[in-house]
């Protein structure tokens, strides 16, 4: 039986204007995201992995049109929502929620939990007066804090508990689909672990779908079920987890995982990839293959002259490569 897909996006692109100093003329465009196509089925969870400043965390945001698209196509549940107008929009958002990388920034500091949880419910109308109140205690509750904190203020948390905080506004319109951008990476390690698991619970628990957007390849083995690597605004791999972590096929990817630190004494002669050099300003990415001027497997003139297309390599294993080609 075919998995039920709740996201397909297909050549997703934006393009953000860069204007010259003189007369505001626009001088080009930075290719944030350009091209990326991928799909998430009901109850699953797609990690999207790559360097700083790949376009993982624009691809996040365009897919929930907190940042309007360039061009393509975003279903969600069936329906392109890539050009409804806001008014029908605004029916989509409660199903679509975010969690944003820090939670010392996403919080305002000048209201209580209360009126940051509660808001998204005053927003769409869903309950009003002591329905509210007792919306945000059971809501609470699920991500592990008291409602005795209804009435306190951010800054009375420790960076945890604000991250539960900003889970918990995302939880409070039982939406369908969360996009996590980074939402461990701001903790310390053994409160990273609590998060994460947690996560895991709520998805159980409520058949959510994630876009876990990481570059920790640790983080996205253990919360993903499948994996989009990218590389300057394009997916370059794509395939189930396992299959990355154990047979990745594209050169970028093998020196992704190479860079996984080990702590087994014994395993530590595995050989080290580094790649030269790095990424390319995205205003002006180069001509064929994006990957080509830092590739260790580089085959010659094709590579510098024709983009690779993200071709099946092997069941429901997708590489943008020209060794398979």
């Known amino acids: 039986m075919q998995l039920e897909k709740l996201i397909n996006v297909s050549d997703l692109k934006k393009h953000f204007p860069v204007s010259s100093m003189f007369f505001a003329r626009k001088a080009g465009v930075v290719r944030a995201v350009d091209g990326v196509s991928f799909s998430i089925g009901k109850g699953k969870t797609l990690g999207l992995v790559g360097e700083s400043g790949c376009g993982k965390t624009t691809t996040g945001r365009t897919v ?101 905080i900003a889970i918990a506004r995302a939880l409070i319109l039982k939406p369908w689909f969360l996009v996590l951008d980074e939402p461990a990476s701001a903790l310390d390690v053994s409160v990273q672990a609590q998060i994460l698991n947690l996560l895991k619970k709520l998805q159980s628990e409520f058949d959510l779908t994630y876009l876990f957007i990481s570059h920790d390849l640790s983080v996205i083995r253990f919360m993903s079920n499948d994996v989009a690597v990218m590389y300057l605004g394009k997916v370059v ?89």
């Open 64 to 164: 929930l049109r907190l940042i309007e698209p360039t061009s393509g196509t975003i279903e969600f549940d069936g329906q392109d929502i890539t050009t409804i107008p806001e008014k029908e929009l605004r029916l989509f958002r409660s199903k679509m929620q975010i969690v944003f990388q820090d939670p010392y920034s996403s919080l305002n500091p000048r209201w209580t939990i209360r009126n940051i949880v509660g808001e998204p419910l005053s927003l769409h109308g869903i309950a009003h007066g002591e329905e509210v109140t007792e919306r945000i205690a059971e809501v609470l509750n699920v991500v592990g804090l008291s409602p005795d904190f209804i009435n306190r203020y951010p800054h009375e948390f420790s960076g945890g508990q604000r991250q539960r």
């Open 237 to 325: 791999e794509y395939a189930p987890k396992e299959a990355i972590f154990t047979s990745p096929r594209h050169p970028y990817t093998q020196a992704l995982l190479s860079a996984i630190p080990i702590p087994d004494p014994e395993r530590r002669g595995r050989k080290r990839i580094i790649l030269p050099g790095t990424p390319p300003n995205p205003a002006s990415p180069p001509s064929g293959c994006r990957f080509h001027t830092r590739c260790p497997a580089y085959i010659g003139e094709i590579c510098k002259s024709r983009e690779p297309e993200l071709l099946a390599v092997d069941g429901g294993h997708y590489v943008a490569c020209h060794l398979f080609s």
